[in-house]
């Protein structure tokens, strides 16, 4: 199969790193590549890391030019996506790695990002339950936000096995390329070397519905989250510190039996030894996710600790993992559990 | 008054960063430097960042070597501390920056250090409700941990207000100084750098117990502490996120409004402004809290976020300013909240 | 005495670093702050670092603001400083921390800069010699650029002692804060941390005329510098690797004698302890500059390498330095050797 | 084919990098893997980022254990790989990523590593003028150092076209990795972060008369090199700036033509855009070499600066690239000019 991919936002890190993963699934072929202030620009000057792409030009988003492909991939800004979609016909695989169609709520797409809601897509996320059959033949894929994916694929098994209450408290530190190319001052790197700061906290996060979407559909039962996201001196990454009361009865074996069970058969999530914790090194650049399980006695907690890496897993290789299950290739093609590391 | 200063451990960062601020500190004579495996270099090999004591070379830890001096610091490892204490006459100001004498219960101490305890000395957090009147005077003190520090001032006044429900749930990120200077595969830069990890979850660090201690005092009742304790690449720092359930009829308002008042004659502690929240980097150097709450009405949490420098506020400053104290200096004698950033 | 000092372009870094060393210098006290776009804001919400500061509000600019101080300093964007120094009486103490003073050959200026050349003022770099004496009740002071402070520093005294073949080498590896608060692409932590770049490669960095200009000087015949600035995954701190041929009979000994003799007296220049050698770490935060010396036998080179913090001695430390060298104040007040480490 | 690997000393970064690459070798098995005080323990515990051989036990390094492959790769401190070698058959290839066969000249290796010297093997840096014949067909191939592989390639072009007179200054700054595994206080990642120093100045370091050996062999004359290594806050990469004056009559155009001339063919040295200059971390995890120069006009110096991943094309990457040339295989198999970036 000869698979003809579009990139749509070609300059940012959600499509550069999309087109580092592209650059090796062997049935893909590469084709327009777009971007907006950066058209007629060099690949080379906006993605030095892709060589072989480097004297590619960056040609305007327009419906001719995302024409005659099978896949369009499109890391737009959000809000600008379902315009684009539209232009495109039916028989396209159109994967939107935005937020636009992630949410099932229009009030909390509302709420959330002050528009009007555009709609929803199978969600790209095939780990959950039901993930991979609603992904199969599609032809339209909302891929999830980055946190979203560490925090629901820590979580969605101890909802699922009823082992924990329905109340999350997620703290989660990303690394800056999290936040995108955008160039605003507490990005700089004399900010964010040496330092560590909370941002959207008490709620305020856009991926906290998407959060509770996932983990309510787990549960069946509505699950209350508490997220703080934390801005961490490093570029890539997201580790998730994620617990819940245990229920009664909840024991450290009942939750780590439950946690292989789910895990078992996954390519991409690995339920690490006991007594090894994730790092967000170990999952560099692959799109492997690790996971590790405990129950506080004391506390009475279950607490889960996942590490992927945002741009990839929880961008890029999301996207490329639930591509490969719409056209019914091999999930696993072009992507690997193996980290860049150290 | 010309008090002099003993450093029992100042090859180490504790001893390093105390070297520091008694440098500057207007009423300290900088009297005998030991070590152990150290004795005999100079302290220009150890501490170059110390270029003033360059010269100085560190000796034995033996009483003779600490005799004569007003106030004695040990930054020793855990379980030395009474041993050199006891040779130190009562009229001599012992100050210990290790965690032989920090928890008031015996069964804590040795669960968590598998050791018989050495006892209980007055604990150096001024800011704890009674914590300066036990400090006055006192030729005893037992410096609090670096998260412990973090975290009991963040949560200690909801709970005084009776604001939160008593079990708080706290992640903190530490830079890699707070591990000290011993190395180990884990803590080398190449591991650290890009990464972010968790250790001793569910409930098995050691800083756990003396949390719940300061807690359940503020609250007069026992709280529960879930802990995950997270390493940051950083060198130092800690950032800890503290939640705990909303008592009823609580609001942003009246969070607010206690941590106004408790903080409001604080000289170090900083409640910032709505809107602002702490970072690592502008306490970094300083012995400054950062402090910042939020009401989650969604997950009806109380979150509180405070940022401190390990090594300043949360060790060596925090030292220095119990010192103050327990010989009838002013407090803030020798340290500031003007942090070094960018 | 007290001197009473405004700051123009009190929201950048060296502005910043500038109002971290005036809060503790004795003699000072801070009066107007100034920016332009930041003009009415709070400094607490610019500099979250600076606690005892954070109310002030910022005012624009101009003549009637920052009038009634003893001492102004220009922390503007190059080419600003002659208009508003102009505006400034005689009588009064300017010091400029940009660029616009420092070089005595208006075509060195023309050609760097690309505007009219402003004039030249006393040249704050005080160990360089005669630097005293021309600072010495001076009412203006042109601040040095940070990196020629590090390599005029490093090499003046092989130089001067005529050790040295007129043509030097050098690479210097700076933190971002070098390249001030500006939001450009490639200064985000995303693009910067893990990352080593030169830029200005080949003679196109503005600091090379400066450099030229003082080893010259201390030559006493034309010298000529390659140098290559490159930028490192870090906040603060220069390294200087400086090199070039050595005269004939030029040895290990006669080099460190040099230097040995030409930092003798020196309160910020320290020769390190042969075997030792300069790391930014150790000077961070602090005025001093840390010196180490080799001869390499086979390729007959003196090396020498420097270490400084770029917004402390590399500019705010120097800056005040200079101030207290022009206003008869002991040179060190308010400074110090002390780095803040690990 | 299938090539059978074994990789004595897997549990190191050069180990683990190799490791990380031939996974993805479409022609290579991994067979055995072997420790020293690594022996007994399953590789996920040492090599977190390598899932899918995470149950993968070392065995001790022996005749027996390695025996049975085609390859053997030998990352094992310096001076054990000849007795190693001496078991393994001529008809097995061996790949020694130490230093032990890199020198030709006894004096050389018996001054810098102060042992016997073990021999010469065909030098695995196939760029350099007659570098692939003498690998091709080869049982016994010497990797590079990093240091030298990237200096190597900056600078001979400009030696073997006769630009640059035979004295060339090296600065180059590496990543911690480099170091390796060591437990070591000055690579903790305390004392690393925040901080550039140098290391090995006046050409103390092992790596110079590697670069001798090169440069001389490209300018068919004796080449000095002054180098000063630095140690860079990031784990990864090597960027090396390289100069030496130019011999008359040579223009940037001169030298621009040279090393267009000198890569035009290569696959993985990429000579980049005029105004566009290496980074770390466009060559992040990858084989890529990113090289530009610079004629100074007034220093009337080339410069060169080169960027390369210490770990892949400086270590296990160019291992493999002289795997596949000896073997007969595609030399760019398993390899890739794709960074991972940001």
Not at 166 to 179: C, F, K, L, N, Q
């Amino acid at each position: 199969m000869v698979v003809r991919a579009a990139v749509a936002g070609a300059s940012g890190y959600a499509g550069g790193e999309l087109l580092r993963l592209l650059l090796t699934h062997p049935e893909v072929e590469i084709g327009a590549l777009t971007g907006h202030s950066s058209a007629g620009q060099k690949l080379g000057a906006l993605q030095p890391h892709l060589l072989p792409l480097a004297d590619r030009v960056l040609r305007e988003t327009t419906p001719e030019v995302l024409a005659g492909h099978d896949v369009v991939f499109l890391a737009l800004p959000h809000g600008q996506s379902a315009a684009v979609a539209e232009q495109l016909g039916p028989e396209v695989l159109v994967i939107d790695m935005g937020a636009d169609f992630r949410l099932k709520n229009p009030a909390d797409w509302e709420r959330f990002y002050g528009s009007a809601h555009a709609g929803t897509w199978p969600y790209g996320l095939p780990e959950l339950p039901g993930g991979r059959a609603a992904l199969e033949g599609s032809k339209r894929i909302a891929v999830p936000g980055c946190y979203p994916t560490a925090v629901s694929l820590a979580l969605f098994p101890a909802y699922a096995a009823g082992l924990t209450e329905p109340e999350a408290v997620i703290v989660a530190a990303s690394g800056t390329s999290g936040a995108g190319k955008a160039v605003k001052p507490h990005l700089l790197g004399s900010e964010v070397m040496g330092s560590m700061s909370p941002y959207g906290v008490g709620g305020g996060h856009r991926h906290t519905p998407e959060m509770i979407q996932n983990l309510s559909t787990a549960a069946g039962e509505p699950v209350s989250v508490s997220f703080t996201p934390t801005l961490a001196p490093m570029s890539r990454g997201i580790l998730a510190t994620c617990s819940a009361k245990a229920k009664p009865g909840v024991t450290a074996e009942s939750v780590r039996a439950a946690y292989e069970k789910a895990f078992a058969d996954e390519p991409f999530v690995h339920l690490l030894p006991e007594g090894q914790w994730p790092a967000t090194a170990s999952v560099y650049g692959s799109n492997a996710v690790q996971v590790q399980v405990a129950h506080d006695p004391a506390a009475d907690r279950v607490i889960v600790v996942s590490a992927i890496d945002n741009l990839t897993k929880g961008t890029a290789g999301g996207a490329l993992q639930s591509m490969n299950i719409a056209l019914g290739l091999d999930e696993t093609t072009g992507l690997s559990t193996i980290g860049v590391a150290p």
